[in-house]
């Protein structure tokens, strides 16, 4: 059922334009300028009277959280925060009756999650539900959600759980920012079109395959490998680390770039490629100077960039083109040269890229 791909991780990097679009089709109406998603329509007072929005989940379904802040901030003006579930649930949080706490799991089976959103319902909050697994524990305990439309995720690193998830929380926030007015009309006319051509953009950016396996093959043996984005692409840097070390167990960490000259440039050195997701967008101007300065200390860039780009290009060692999308929905594409970069740095290393070492799909113990 591998599809004729090597493996099932693979397959489902390559599945991200259609589940994508499974989870954007009847929700989005962009002749109507409609967002129809029940969970979130029978419940829309409770999301507009929302003080703030509390996001738990774990792992690569918390990246996707983060990345729903900075949608959610911007598009719907209502405040974010996002917390990993095992901490949440330890440490006697402030939740209110106004709060509206959204949990985000691929399995609907993580156990930090699960009794993160018991402590939410048990404090008089609304809890809604981003789950893939239809029926599973989270999608029951939560009281309503909407859930993605990856089909079974069966590789142990998250891909198309992760872009699938970012879809379903920008309609949500399109669709608050429509009921709120914090986005002009035209401006939310144009991320509807827009989210219409992402699958489009997706497929564009897997395109990329070949250039990722080539840097791959360069960078395959290295030890330590940092990621750096601004803004919307500070999450898709974590998840970028993420993916690396799970599958390839080479040490990476993700960080803003900015932050850089907070520490970890004391790492920079020849021997360490630092992987920079710098798409044309608001601030390219401050990724620039960062990559000035791991080059100016030798260290070896590996830039995702906007097609087209000339600016990193003159200064990176190795350069990753992707299509044009506006920074909002940029983590959709940006991330997908990331999953394959660490597929085939995976795969040369002869690891277990479906089953990697000490991981388990569903983690439902704590
Ligand atoms: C990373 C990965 C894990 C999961 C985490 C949460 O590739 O798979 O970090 O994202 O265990 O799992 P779910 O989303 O099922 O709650």
Same mark, same amino acid.
């Given at each position: 059922?591998?599809?004729?791909?090597?493996?099932? !991780?693979?397959?489902?990097?390559?599945?991200?334009?259609?589940?994508?679009?499974?989870?954007?089709?009847?929700?989005?109406?962009?002749?109507? %300028? !409609?967002?129809?998603?029940?969970?979130?329509?029978?419940?829309?007072?409770?999301?507009?009277?929302?003080?703030?929005?509390?996001?738990?989940?774990?792992?690569?379904?918390?990246?996707?959280?983060?990345?729903?802040?900075?949608?959610?901030?911007?598009?719907?003006?209502?405040?974010?925060?996002?917390?990993?579930?095992?901490?949440?649930?330890?440490?006697?949080?402030?939740?209110?009756?106004?709060?509206?706490?959204?949990?985000?799991?691929?399995?609907?089976?993580?156990?930090?999650?699960?009794?993160?959103?018991?402590?939410?319902?048990?404090?008089?909050?609304?809890?809604? %539900?981003?789950?893939?697994?239809? %029926?599973?524990?989270?999608?029951?305990?939560?009281?309503?959600?909407?859930?993605?439309?990856?089909?079974?995720?069966?590789?142990?690193?998250?891909?198309?759980?992760?872009?699938?998830?970012?879809?379903?929380?920008?309609?949500?926030?399109?669709?608050?920012?429509?009921?709120?007015?914090?986005?002009?009309?035209?401006?939310?006319?144009?991320?509807?079109?827009?989210?219409?051509?992402?699958?489009?953009?997706?497929?564009?950016?897997?395109?990329?395959?070949?250039?990722?396996?080539?840097?791959?093959?360069?960078?395959?043996?290295?030890?330590?490998?940092?990621?750096?984005?601004?803004?919307?692409?500070?999450?898709?840097?974590?998840?970028?680390?993420?993916?690396?070390?799970?599958?390839?167990?080479?040490?990476?960490? %993700?960080?803003?770039?900015?932050? !850089?000259?907070?520490?970890?440039?004391?790492?920079?050195?020849?021997? !360490?490629?630092?992987?920079?997701?710098?798409?044309?967008?608001?601030?390219?101007?401050?990724?620039?100077?960062?990559?000035?300065?791991?080059?100016?200390?030798?260290?070896?860039?590996?830039?995702?960039?906007?097609?087209?780009?000339?600016?990193?290009?003159?200064?990176?060692?190795?350069?990753?083109?992707?299509?044009?999308?506006?920074?909002?929905?940029?983590?959709?594409?940006?991330?997908?040269?990331?999953?394959?970069?660490?597929?085939?740095?995976?795969?040369?290393?002869?690891?277990?890229?479906?089953?990697?070492?000490?991981?388990?799909?569903?983690?439902?113990?704590?």
């Amino acid at each position: 059922e591998k599809n004729g791909y090597d493996h099932f !991780m693979l397959k489902e990097i390559y599945e991200q334009p259609n589940v994508i679009k499974d989870t954007y089709r009847g929700r989005l109406h962009t002749d109507t %300028g !409609m967002i129809k998603m029940a969970g979130v329509e029978d419940n829309l007072q409770k999301f507009l009277n929302a003080n703030r929005i509390l996001i738990v989940a774990c792992g690569t379904s918390w990246h996707a959280g983060l990345v729903a802040e900075y949608i959610f901030e911007e598009f719907a003006r209502i405040p974010v925060e996002v917390e990993y579930a095992s901490e949440f649930r330890y440490r006697n949080p402030i939740i209110n009756k106004d709060d509206v706490v959204i949990a985000i799991s691929q399995s609907g089976e993580t156990a930090d999650t699960l009794a993160a959103i018991k402590m939410a319902k048990e404090n008089g909050a609304f809890v809604f %539900g981003v789950c893939n697994v239809v %029926g599973s524990s989270i999608s029951r305990e939560t009281h309503a959600g909407a859930y993605t439309h990856a089909g079974p995720e069966i590789g142990v690193a998250s891909t198309k759980a992760f872009t699938t998830q970012i879809t379903v929380l920008t309609l949500i926030a399109l669709r608050l920012a429509n009921a709120k007015g914090t986005l002009t009309k035209s401006d939310y006319f144009r991320y509807l079109q827009e989210m219409e051509l992402i699958p489009q953009k997706v497929e564009e950016a897997l395109q990329t395959n070949d250039v990722a396996q080539k840097v791959a093959a360069a960078y395959k043996d290295a030890s330590n490998c940092l990621y750096l984005g601004r803004g919307y692409n500070f999450p898709v840097a974590l998840e970028g680390a993420l993916k690396l070390k799970e599958i390839s167990y080479i040490h990476a960490e %993700g960080y803003p770039a900015a932050e !850089m000259k907070h520490g970890p440039i004391a790492l920079i050195d020849e021997q !360490m490629p630092v992987v920079v997701v710098a798409p044309k967008q608001e601030h390219y101007d401050k990724i620039v100077s960062n990559i000035q300065e791991i080059k100016s200390r030798s260290g070896k860039i590996i830039a995702v960039v906007t097609k087209g780009d000339t600016q990193v290009k003159d200064l990176a060692d190795h350069v990753i083109e992707i299509p044009e999308v506006s920074d909002a929905l940029s983590p959709l594409v940006t991330t997908i040269p990331l999953q394959l970069l660490s597929y085939h740095i995976a795969v040369m290393r002869g690891c277990n890229v479906d089953q990697p070492r000490n991981l388990a799909k569903s983690v439902t113990v704590e």
